[in-house]
């Protein structure tokens, strides 16, 4: 990232004043490297400057919903399901979780008795364990949103398969490409606490900043990111469901597979495509699903180029060491199919259980289970809002593309955990 001089820190106050609504953030230092996220961030695209511009008056930001305060203190007999299901299976999705939390505060204590239980059950405790323990030193919280339902949307999202080279060539042209070293990202939470998780990026052109290249741009003979290339695929349509999905196996012509994550994103946001092809006539809803969409690429080449330029998000790639037994979340560990959701940290600390009630994908079959919020997406929005990780190739793909189901939420706190908004009140 490049460093702000103090002429640019002067030009940038106007960005942000004109992206804000006359809201003046300051500007800090670049974030350290990004983690990756289920799918593409969606994050305010940046405004570029009027000549002769000053910096407005610095006021204050609206006042929003405050983190954690949808979470409603609940009782363990209130979530539905929980008695069902086999606790053990999420077992070891919480263990990953601890090996991160452990090092907070307030998560210490539940992971180290987590790593007790271990060693007492010679790393298999059973349901009825599991269920003792968490009862033990947990809270249980139901989520809602802010209208106060608490019933929400539960997609899914999967780790697709992807066939590629470390050589461009006419059968792989199509590149991944690494983070670029231009880009600048400005965090605004360092003054107002309430645009925490809020963003914007861009590029220095002189002394100002403006919007980073967008997907047209970018995908172009003479793209302004060469030299960043570090993998090639052969399907240009399976690059761009990588770049939604956030992640992927990439089998290399001598047999090699390699797991790539989401490492960053260009800031513009993001306009789904099928909803396009709808409102063109070109596909009915139910067909603009992530299959119809491949299906309808492949029967109108000509048109693809323009479609997929519809949408100027842009996701920027990393390769991830070898032998991982799963992509990386947001919480940077490796995420388990069918225990793993991606969540809105504002509203669900990233890392927590939680139990999920929903329905299998297309079905009115009950799905309930303990999960693990160890991922994050841009379009993962709201207090009652997950993204069920499927696992990885066709099988799960096809569930993730089906699944848009209602569902409830609880979250598991440890007991010192104390959720905003819920200082004064008694726990249950």
């Known amino acids: 990232m490049k460093k702000l001089t103090q002429l640019t820190l002067l030009t940038l106050f106007t960005v942000l004043a004109a992206g804000c609504a006359n809201k003046h953030i300051k500007p800090v230092a670049p974030p350290s490297p990004p983690k990756p996220q289920c799918e593409c961030a969606m994050d305010k695209t940046p405004i570029q400057i009027p000549e002769g511009a000053k910096p407005a008056e610095i006021k204050p930001p609206e006042a929003k919903v405050a983190e954690y305060s949808l979470l409603k203190p609940a009782q363990w007999d209130e979530v539905d399901g929980l008695q069902l299901d086999d606790l053990s299976q999420a077992w070891p999705a919480w263990m990953q979780s601890c090996s991160t939390l452990v090092n907070k505060p307030v998560w210490k204590n539940v992971c180290k008795a987590a790593t007790q239980l271990n060693e007492q059950t010679a790393q298999k405790p059973n349901s009825d364990a599991i269920q003792a323990y968490f009862r033990q030193y947990f809270s249980v919280y139901k989520t809602t949103n802010v209208d106060g339902s608490d019933s929400g949307m539960i997609t899914g999202y999967y780790e697709p398969l992807l066939k590629g080279s470390r050589t461009k060539s006419a059968q792989y042209p199509n590149p991944l490409y690494a983070a670029p070293s231009d880009m600048i990202t400005v965090e605004l939470d360092s003054i107002f606490p309430e645009l925490k998780f809020k963003r914007v990026r861009g590029r220095l052109v002189g002394n100002k900043l403006v919007p980073y290249y967008n997907r047209g741009e970018i995908e172009t003979d003479a793209s302004p990111l060469k030299g960043r290339e570090f993998i090639y695929i052969d399907d240009i349509i399976d690059v761009f469901f990588l770049q939604i999905q956030g992640s992927g196996l990439v089998q290399l012509e001598g047999g090699e597979q390699v797991h790539v994550g989401y490492a960053d994103q260009n800031g513009h946001p993001y306009n789904s495509i099928g909803r396009l092809l709808v ?42 060491p070898a032998g991982l037994p799963g992509p990386l979340g947001a919480l940077g560990v490796p995420i388990q199919g069918e225990r793993s959701v991606a969540v809105d940290p504002k509203f669900i600390p990233l890392g927590a259980p939680i139990f999920l009630s929903t329905t299998e994908p297309n079905s009115t079959k009950p799905l309930k289970r303990m999960m693990l919020a160890q991922d994050t997406g841009g379009a993962i929005k709201g207090g009652v809002r997950a993204d069920f990780f499927w696992g990885a190739g066709p099988d799960a793909g096809a569930r993730a593309g089906a699944m848009k189901q209602n569902g409830k939420i609880w979250v598991f706190l440890p007991k010192e955990f104390v959720p905003n908004g819920l200082q004064n009140q008694a726990r249950r």
């Open 279 to 320: 409102e063109r006539g070109e596909l009915t809803l139910a067909q603009a699903s992530m299959q119809g969409i491949k299906n309808w690429a492949r029967n109108n080449l000509t048109k693809l180029r323009g479609l997929l330029n519809s949408n100027p998000s842009y996701v920027f790639f990393r390769e991830l």
